[in-house]
C-alpha cells in the first residue's frame, strides 16, 4: 500500500505505526518531494499512477488535509487503485458529491473520509486505530459510524474473549464511499465472520437501510447494534459532520425501535456491546 | 453555520432571486429610516433570529406607515421571542427586516438539501407552502417533487421545468419560476450551502416568484473558500461558552444536565453522555477533546464546562489509541493543580499506558475519583452530581 500525506505529521507517524503492526508500506506520495524518502526508507513519489507503476501498491491511505483531500481521491480513482482509505476529517460535502459519484463509475472502493480506517488484527492495520486493544484471528466483525467509541466496542470484545475478524471504522461524515450494507454483504460471505457488531450514530438512515438489508438477504450471523447520540439534541452538528438530527429525523430513538422491529439485538448501554455479542454467540452454540 | 433571513435575502438577490424589498434595522430609528427608503406604506416588520415558527410567537407584524412601524419596531427590538425551535427560554431580538408587503396570490414551498442516502443534494418543491413542509413530508409525501442533481452537471432547465409544471404554473409565472429554481441552485452550489428553505416562496398578482422567507445554513467544513460567509457569522446567536470552546479547537455543546464530560472523540463523546442518562443522570455538555488531551486542553475543557452553573460533578472518559493515557492523567493532574475545579471529578482511562496512568493518578494529591470501566464512571459521576 501507499500513503497520500506521508510527509505530513500524521501520515508520518502512522506510516510508522502501521509498519511496525505489519503493515506493507511500500511507497509515499507528497507532490514535489518524489525522489526522497521518508524516515521509514519508503520512496516517495510525486503522483499516484507513479506510486503504482514503480511499486505495485493497489490501496492508498490518505492524509491529506480537507481542501485537498478530494484531489487526492480522485487521483487514486484515476489511477485505478482497488481501495482507498481516507482518515482525513473536514472535507468539504460538494466535494465528497463528486467523489462519491467517480466511484460510482469505477471499481474503486473507499472507506471513509473522517474515520479511523481499517484492521484484520494480527495482520495489518490500514488507519489510526491501536492495534494492541484488538485480539487476532476471532471470529467477529465490527462496523462503526465512529473512532473512539469502535475501539471501546473493540476493546469490551476483546475482553469478552471475543476476537475479531475485521473491524472498519466508515466514517461519521454524510457521504462515505463504503456503507454498512457493503460490509454486511462482505462478512455475509465470510466464513471466519460469526457476528458482526453494528455501531451507528444519529443522523441520516444508514442504520434504518443496513437493517433492512439484513432482514431481506437472510443475514444469519448474530448483529449486534448500538446507536450513539441517544441524548443529543435536535438540530446540532455533534463532532462528526454527519452527526445531526435534522427536523426530527435520524434520533438515535427512531434508529432503535426500527433496528428492533426488524429483530436486530440493540444495546441501550456502550457498555453492553461485548458482553450482548458474548451472549448470542454463546447461545448459537447451545441452540 | 446559519444566517439571518436578510443575509439569505441579499445573497438571493445578488443571483436573481427576486425577493422583496427591504432593508435590516438595528434600531427603532433605522426601522422608520427604513419606510422613508421604501416606496411604500405597507412593510412587514421581521424579527431577526436564527429560528423558524418566527409568525406564531409574535416575531413578524404587518404595518401601515412610520407611526405603526415604530411602534412594532419598539415593542419586537429587544424582545424575547420564543418559537417552537428556540426552545422554551427563547431568543432576544437584536435586528429586524424591514420589507415591503407583498400582493400574494399563491404560496409555494421550494428547498435544496442533501440526499444522504443517493450522495446528491436534491431540489425539492411543493404546493404546500406557507405551512410546516415537515407535516406535508410526513402525512402527504407525494406532494413533495424532487429533481436530483447531477453531480457532474448543475441543475439542468429541464429539470428546473418539471418543477415548474408540476406545480401548476402558468405562462409567465413558469418562465419566472425555471429562472428562480436555476438562480438557487446556483446559490446553494457557489457558497456550499447545507441547505436552502424559502417557505414560502409565493407567486404575486404580476406572475412573479418572490422568495418571502431565505433559511440558508452552510457547510461548516467549506467555510474556508468563503470569507464573504463567515462574515455574516452572528456570534451573539450562539452560545457564549461554545464560541469560547471554538478558540481551544475544542468541540463543545452545551446541554441542561448537571454532569460535564471530557470524552476524546465525537462517537465516544455522544455514547459517555447516553450512559449518564441511563444512569439517572443528565449531561450537562457535549465535549469532544479530540486527539490531544494534554494539561491544556484538559484545563480549557475544565474551565468551559465549570462555565456552567449547573454542572455538579465532571466525567473524564478518554479511550487513549495513539494518545497515551499516562499523558492524559499527568494533564488531568497539572489542569487541577492550576485551576480550582470545585465538583467531583471522575476518571475513566482505558487504553495506551492505562496501567501506569492508573499508578499516577493514585499517587497524585488531588481530589479524584477513578472509574474502573464506562458503566462504573457513569454511576459514579450521577451519585455524585445529585
Known sequence: MLVQGITGKEGSFHTNQMISYGTQVVAGVTPSKGGQKNVNDIPIFNTVANAKKETGANTSIVFVPPSFAADACLECIDAELDLIICITEGIPTKDMVSVKNALEHSHVRMIGPNCPGIITPGVAKIGIMPGFIHKPYGNVGVISRSGTLTYEAVHQLSCANIGQTTCIGIGGDPIIGTTFIDLLALFKEDPETEGVVIIGEIGGTAEEEAAEWIQKNNFSKPVVAFIAGQTAPSGRRMGHAGAIISKGKGTAADKMKFLRSLSIKVCDSPAEIGISMKTLLDKRITS | ?386
Open chain 2, 1 to 386: 453555520m446559519k444566517i439571518h433571513e436578510y443575509q439569505g435575502k441579499s445573497l438571493f438577490r445578488n443571483a436573481g432571486v427576486l425577493v422583496p424589498n427591504g432593508f435590516p434595522a438595528f434600531s427603532v430609528e433605522e426601522a422608520v429610516e427604513a419606510v422613508d427608503k421604501l416606496n411604500t406604506d405597507t412593510v412587514v416588520v421581521k424579527a431577526q433570529i436564527h429560528a423558524g415558527g418566527r409568525g406564531k410567537g409574535g416575531g413578524i407584524k404587518l404595518a401601515i406607515g412610520k407611526e405603526e412601524v415604530r411602534q412594532r419596531a419598539d415593542n419586537m427590538l429587544g424582545m424575547n421571542l420564543v418559537t417552537h425551535q428556540t426552545g422554551p427560554t427563547g431568543k432576544q431580538v437584536q435586528r429586524l427586516l424591514i420589507e415591503e408587503a407583498s400582493d400574494i396570490i399563491r404560496e409555494l414551498y421550494a428547498g435544496i438539501v442533501l440526499d444522504r442516502s443517493r450522495g446528491r443534494f436534491v431540489f425539492m418543491v411543493s404546493t404546500e407552502g406557507g405551512v410546516e413542509i415537515e407535516e406535508v413530508a410526513a402525512e402527504t409525501p407525494d406532494k413533495i417533487i424532487k429533481e436530483w442533481i447531477n453531480p457532474n452537471a448543475d441543475m439542468r432547465s429541464y429539470q428546473a421545468r418539471k418543477l415548474a409544471f408540476s406545480l401548476g404554473l402558468e405562462g409567465a409565472q413558469v418562465k419566472h419560476a425555471i429562472k428562480t429554481f436555476l438562480a438557487l441552485w446556483n446559490v446553494f452550489r457557489d457558497y456550499d450551502c447545507s441547505l436552502i428553505e424559502i417557505n414560502p416562496l409565493v407567486i404575486t398578482k404580476s406572475d412573479e416568484i418572490i422568495a418571502l422567507d431565505s433559511k440558508i445554513n452552510f457547510d461548516d467544513n467549506a467555510l474556508f473558500r468563503h470569507k464573504e460567509i463567515q462574515e455574516m457569522r452572528d456570534l451573539s446567536e450562539e452560545e457564549p461558552s461554545e464560541i469560547e470552546a471554538d478558540k481551544y479547537n475544542l468541540n463543545y455543546i452545551k446541554l441542561d444536565g448537571t454532569v460535564g464530560c471530557m470524552v476524546n472523540g465525537a462517537g465516544l463523546a455522544m455514547a459517555t453522555m447516553d450512559i449518564i442518562k441511563l444512569h439517572g443522570g443528565d449531561p450537562a455538555n457535549f465535549l469532544d477533546v479530540g486527539g490531544v488531551a494534554n494539561a491544556d486542553t484538559v484545563a480549557h475543557g475544565f474551565k468551559i464546562i465549570l462555565s456552567d452553573p449547573n454542572v455538579k460533578s465532571i466525567l473524564i472518559n478518554i479511550f487513549g489509541g495513539i494518545v497515551r493515557c499516562d499523558r492524559v492523567a499527568q494533564g488531568v493532574i497539572d489542569a487541577l493543580s492550576r485551576i480550582d475545579v470545585h465538583v467531583p471529578v471522575i476518571i475513566r482511562l482505558e487504553g495506551t499506558n492505562a496501567e501506569s496512568a492508573s499508578e499516577l493518578l493514585k499517587s497524585a494529591e488531588q481530589d479524584f475519583i477513578i472509574a474502573v470501566n464506562l458503566e462504573d464512571a457513569a454511576k459514579k459521576a450521577v451519585q455524585y452530581a445529585n
